[in-house]
């Protein structure tokens, strides 16, 4: 495998990881709990992966500049921000919720899971 690989594992890791946030959902909505804490864990796994991989890759690679120009621009811009933005709150949001679901603080795991689901 080399560098140029790595954002098709991305997208897979990434594509994998929402799946598995799904079934998660679906898990917890029917009550299947321990079902839901082993699919959720996969899916922290697998976004983990996924965020050293991209660093990885953008470790080595770089910056890749945007050329396009026009209405696109502004476009691409306001949505790597806000992504960027969101993609920096979600990871210490997702240690904390996943922390205390496996401290089996439900309130509080709850709250924030609640909260992520929103965003």
Not at 21 to 31: D, E, G, K, M, Q
């Amino acid at each position: 495998m080399s560098i140029h690989d790595l954002p098709a594992l991305n997208a897979a890791l990434n594509a994998t990881s929402g799946v598995l946030l799904v079934i998660a959902y679906a898990l917890i909505r029917a009550r299947r709990i321990e079902q839901h804490r082993k699919v959720m864990i996969a899916a922290f796994v697998t976004s983990s992966l996924f965020l050293v991989s991209y660093v990885v890759y953008h470790a080595q690679v770089g910056s890749v500049r945007f050329t396009r120009q026009g209405l696109v621009r502004p476009l691409y811009f306001t949505i790597l921000i806000t992504h960027v933005s969101l993609a920096a709150a979600v990871l210490p949001l997702s240690i904390v919720t996943l922390s205390r679901g496996l401290a089996a603080r439900y309130a509080q795991h709850r709250r924030i899971a609640r909260w992520m689901r929103r965003r």
